[in-house]
Structures are given as structure tokens and as C-alpha cells.
């Protein structure tokens, strides 16, 4: 299975943009559809966007829509979360997950590797 890698999280003002990104381990990253997840203190994991293998479809959970935009780039073997217009509740950690053949992508049960996550803090 592809290992995954977050990074770019970190403390930014509400309203302010941060790009999260999201690395395969090698080059099998290009057959994988990837979610990206959150988890706030308390609540169970959300999902937050879906792209599949070939970049051509995205999906995104209705409290991101409009704000998130989700891209690839296969050569590189890495996804990328462009998050604009932050608001404290989108205060969590992120996790992006691998999926090998496409199935209920707002599961979390439906992904077969999970990075270890990024924490992103959206402050007033």
C-alpha cells in the first residue's frame, strides 16, 4: 500500500488561505483515489473532498464547497487541498487517505492507507 505524508498545516486567521499537501510514498500514488478527511477534538473523522486517480472528478462535503478546491499532480505524486476563506470551525486535523477501487468515498472504512495528519487551527 502507498504511504501517505501531510504537510502545510499550521495557525492562520479566519479568512486567511492555507494550502495543505499530500504525498505518496512512489509512483503507485497515480492508480489511488484520495480523500481528504478532518477530525476536530471530540467529533468523529468528516469527510472533506474527494478527487479521483486521474484528477478528472472531485467531490466536496457541502461545508467546503466554494472555499476548498482539490487538485493533483501524478508526476509528483502528490494532492493538494487549497483551503480559502478559513473560519474557526474549520479548526481540525486534516488527514488525506488512499483508496484502491472506487467505492463510497465519504466512508472512512473505504480508504486503504491513511497518512498521520496535519493540524490546521483557524483563529479569530
Known amino acids: 500500500q502507498v504511504q501517505l505524508v501531510e504537510s502545510g498545516g499550521g495557525l492562520v486567521q479566519a479568512g486567511a488561505s492555507r494550502r495543505l499537501s499530500c504525498a505518496g510514498s512512489?509512483?503507485?500514488?497515480?492508480?489511488?483515489?484520495i480523500g481528504w478527511f478532518r477530525q476536530a477534538p471530540g467529533k468523529e473523522r468528516e469527510f472533506v473532498a474527494y478527487?479521483?486517480?486521474?484528477?478528472?472528478?472531485?467531490d466536496y462535503a457541502d461545508f467546503v464547497k466554494g472555499r476548498f478546491t482539490m487538485s493533483r499532480n501524478n508526476a509528483e505524486n502528490t494532492v493538494f487541498l487549497q483551503m480559502n476563506s478559513l473560519k474557526p470551525e474549520d479548526t481540525a486535523m486534516y488527514y488525506c487517505?488512499?483508496?484502491?477501487?472506487?467505492?463510497?468515498?465519504?466512508?472512512?472504512?473505504?480508504?486503504?492507507?491513511w497518512g498521520q495528519g496535519t493540524q490546521v487551527t483557524v483563529s479569530l
Open positions: 512512489d509512483s503507485s500514488f497515480s492508480i489511488y483515489n
Open positions: 487517505a488512499a483508496q484502491a477501487r472506487e467505492s463510497n468515498y465519504y466512508e472512512t472504512g473505504s480508504y486503504d492507507s
Open positions: 478527487i479521483n486517480w486521474g484528477g478528472a472528478r472531485t
